[in-house]
């Protein structure tokens, strides 16, 4: 029996199938909280150790316990927003038409003038293969100005009265690294906005403190539900504003998961003028990192080598962690490259520095990365979601290169796992099933041979996500001394068909050694 106490448990778990992730105790039968830590991890046998006159008992009648899910990159504020928009996602319109009367439905909910948000279409979900116009979304709603954002958060389509309200018209110049769709033989705006949308959220009004608190509550709800209990927010505009925001919903008992931020990068300045540096807050809601994600930023797809480096000397010389956006082979060389250059001019060990995505990555620069003692974060259920357009897009000899987690394996590179919330659903069990079974949803199977097994899929969305944001020695593993951040699921994903995986009911989650959600 390991233990680190001899105070009587608050709760013990017992009869249960525990996988720890602690290399040193794999399995157990008890885990044993007292306050927000693990106190004791066990035997059934050990029971009596830990028990006092106070101590609830629960009897997991062999149903399995892993540590809490970490979604080590996601957008949880975007995510929320989401969750107060009209959904038309391809299972909720198949079509235009479906489109149209989805927003006419929240149009009559709804007072003149006042904004009509919907989101995560896909045109090539669509019947007809396209976007919807500004007339059509005019047809179902007249008399509010209607956004209808891409569901990977780059583009939109605008309705008149939307358009007017930003300022979009005939003569106004693309906005860098977007373009105003337009009429055929005419600059009419067409109401379809690609790429970057900054020039439109600036001037959409946020949603108020009410439907923020609102918001925040279902998803929270719905993070917990998925037994997720820690979640990390990469965006790359991420200012003192969202730190604030984020602290006040801490403050407030309104944000019960934990959170590391990333900072964006033109953020830095602000930061350091406010006090804040890498590692400021605690383990509820803490500074991670840095995002460096030019390409989002500049607009520009592929930005100088140059300009990656001042940016990255920058952060790396303030003591940050960086988080690369790498959404290319382009990106990965240039990262690579930058990488290889600060660590040089200021060595720094155990960096961790991060490349998110990194989707693609072919033998040569897989051992480039290794070299660096990078990491990778990655979104295993990218392929489920999305492998029809890889393999559409993506020459037959590349497509072994997409998503290489058993190479990154076997190369003894930790990968942590994550879902790019609202990007897809953050369910973890569909991304361990999709890291074990590389399906699409055609069933079609990308690049079987780098599949990992049920075991390090699970470890990357709980031990290796804590070691994305160095807090492997407070949480990420059921050891003793660590954060009481559980999860109990119905059947054992190590020991259950990839197919099957998704299909486990979560029971219970677990956070700082409270019960927060339960089935």
Known sequence: MVDTSSIPADIILCNANIITMDEKRPGAELVAVSGNK?????????????????????????????????????????????????????????????????????????????????????????????PPTRWELDEASPDHPVILIHYTGNGCVLNSIALKHIGIYGLTADPQGGHIGREPDSREPNGVITGRNELVEKRIPGIDQEELKACVKLATKQLLSFGITSVQDTGWNNNLGHWQTLKRLKDDGHLPVRVSMMIGTNALAEFQSAGLSMESGDCDLRIGGIKIALDESTGNPNPPQEELDYYALKAHEAGFRIAFHVHDIVALETTLASLEYICKKI?????????????????????????????????????????????????????????????????????????????????????????????????????????????????MYTLWGAHASFEENIKGSISPGKLADLVVLSEDPTQTAPENIPGIKFLLTMVDGKIVWQA
């Open 38 to 130: 693990i106190i004791g991890v066990g035997g059934n046998d050990d029971l009596e150790k830990f028990k006092g006159p106070n101590t609830q008992i629960i009897d997991c009648g062999l149903q399995t316990i892993i540590p809490g899910f970490n979604d080590a990159h996601c957008h949880p504020l975007s995510f929320a927003a989401t969750l107060l928009y009209v959904d038309c996602s391809p299972s909720k319109a198949a079509n235009i038409s479906e489109i149209q009367a989805l927003i006419r439905s929240r149009a009559e909910q709804t007072p003149p003038g006042k904004w009509i948000r919907a989101a995560k279409y896909d045109e090539k979900n669509l019947d007809e293969k396209r």
């Open 347 to 459: 060595p720094r060990p155990d960096h961790r520095h991060r490349l998110e995505h990194c989707a693609i990555c072919p033998p040569g620069l897989m051992r480039k990365l290794k070299v660096t003692e990078a990491m990778v974060v990655t979104q295993p259920a990218f392929l489920l979601y999305f492998g029809e357009s890889y393999i559409d897009a993506v020459p037959s000899k590349k497509l072994s290169w997409l998503f290489p987690m058993g190479s990154l394996t076997s190369l003894g590179l930790k990968t942590a796992a994550s879902s790019d919330s609202p990007m897809i659903p953050c369910n973890p069990l569909i991304g361990i099933s999709t890291a074990v079974a590389r399906r699409t949803e055609t069933n079609k199977i990308i690049a079987p041979m780098e599949a990992v097994s049920p075991l390090e899929a699970l470890r």
